[in-house]
Structure formats: structure tokens, C-alpha cells
Nanobody
Framework: QVQLVESGGGLVQPGGSLRLSCAASGSIFSINAMGWYRQAPGKQRELVAA???????GYADSVKGRFTISRDNAKNTVALQMSSLKPEDTAVYYC???????????????WGQGTQVTVSS
């Protein structure tokens, strides 16, 4: 079974930085797109950033210029570098990946358990 595990969340002051990491493990044949989502209390889960296997990226307008997504295809990891953090960034951040578990299988969506990011003085 495929597992995605996030790390790097925590408490940070406004204007500070955090780096989130996510490692995929288990039965993995290939990984297509990967991304980071977040969900704040009372709000819907939203896509923060996404990256294709080839390295093309996309960002939510609210984080453009502040967040950077990257991946290491050899290690099956994806990271989110967050800077100039604002209280509005407070949320649970989830790692997502589109994974083919074996040759011939259909790709499926997999999610991490989430990691809390709190931006507060």
C-alpha cells in the first residue's frame, strides 16, 4: 500500500518561513502530478501548489511569490518552501500525489495525513 507522510509543520511568526516535505513510499511504479493542499477551519480544502513530473508548476494566487513547490523524482518526494508567512496561511497542509502502483494499473489519488501550520505572534 502507498503511503504519503508529511513533515515540517509547526508554529511560526508572521513573516517567517517553513519548509514542508512529503515522502511517498510503498508499491510505486510511477508518480505523475504532486501537490499541496490546505484546509483552514470553516473553509474548503484548496489547492496551494502543484507540480508535474516534468517540473511545471502552478500556484494559488494567494501564495504566488511566497511559496515554492519542488520535487525529487528519484526519491519520490515533494516539498513546499513557504516564506513571508501570514496568519491567513494557518491551516492543515496535505500532500497529494497521482500514483500508478504497477505497470498497467490506473493512476490513483493518494493523500497524506496532513501537517498543521500555524502562523501567529
Amino acid at each position: 500500500q502507498v503511503q504519503l507522510v508529511e513533515s515540517g509543520g509547526g508554529l511560526v511568526q508572521p513573516g517567517g518561513s517553513l519548509r514542508l516535505s512529503c515522502a511517498a513510499s510503498g508499491s510505486i511504479f510511477s508518480i505523475n502530478a504532486m501537490g499541496w493542499y490546505r484546509q483552514a477551519p470553516g473553509k474548503q480544502r484548496e489547492l496551494v501548489a502543484a507540480i508535474t513530473r516534468g517540473g511545471s508548476t502552478g500556484y494559488a494566487d494567494s501564495v504566488k511569490g511566497r511559496f515554492t513547490i519542488s520535487r525529487d523524482n528519484a526519491k519520490n518526494t515533494v516539498a513546499l518552501q513557504m516564506s513571508s508567512l501570514k496568519p491567513e496561511d494557518t491551516a492543515v497542509y496535505y500532500c497529494n500525489a497521482d500514483i500508478r502502483v504497477r505497470l498497467g494499473a490506473r493512476p490513483g489519488e493518494y493523500w497524506g495525513q496532513g501537517t498543521q501550520v500555524t502562523v501567529s505572534s
